[in-house]
Nanobody
Framework: QVQLVESGGGVVQAGATLRLSCTASDSTFNPESMGWFRQVPGKEREFVASIKDSNGFTSYLDSVEGRFTMSRDNVKKTTFLQMSSLQPEDTAVYYC?????????????????WGEGSQVTVSS
């Protein structure tokens, strides 16, 4: 089973930029879609962004639209989440996952091969 490993998180001030990476352990990994999600302690995990491999179509949570950009490098089997103009409310553990059948509805259900997560902390 493929493993996904996130990296690039950290502690930044409001307004800063971070880029998260999610790399697959299997060089043959070729999912139809990938997603980024985030979770704050005590709250449910929420969808952040998705990308469809066939056409590069991306979709975003309303609150990050225009600030976050998701992309993929299929050669390196890596998915990225470029996060700009970060705000304290973006503080969370960010996870990547292989997209399931409901990801285009921004659902957290049905996704697979979840990574361990990467902490992003934004101070005011």
């Amino acid at each position: 089973q493929v493993q996904l490993v996130e990296s690039g998180g950290g502690v930044v001030q409001a307004g800063a930029t971070l880029r998260l990476s999610c790399t697959a352990s299997d060089s043959t990994f070729n999912p139809e879609s990938m997603g980024w999600f985030r979770q704050v302690p005590g709250k449910e995990r929420e969808f952040v962004a998705s990308i469809k491999d066939s056409n590069g179509f991306t979709s975003y949570l309303d609150s990050v639209e225009g600030r976050f950009t998701m992309s993929r490098d299929n050669v390196k089997k890596t998915t990225f989440l470029q996060m700009s103009s970060l705000q304290p409310e973006d503080t969370a553990v960010y996870y990547c996952a292989q997209g399931g059948p409901y990801i285009y509805s921004h659902s957290t259900t049905g996704n697979s091969n979840w990574g361990e997560g990467s902490q992003v902390t934004v101070s005011s």
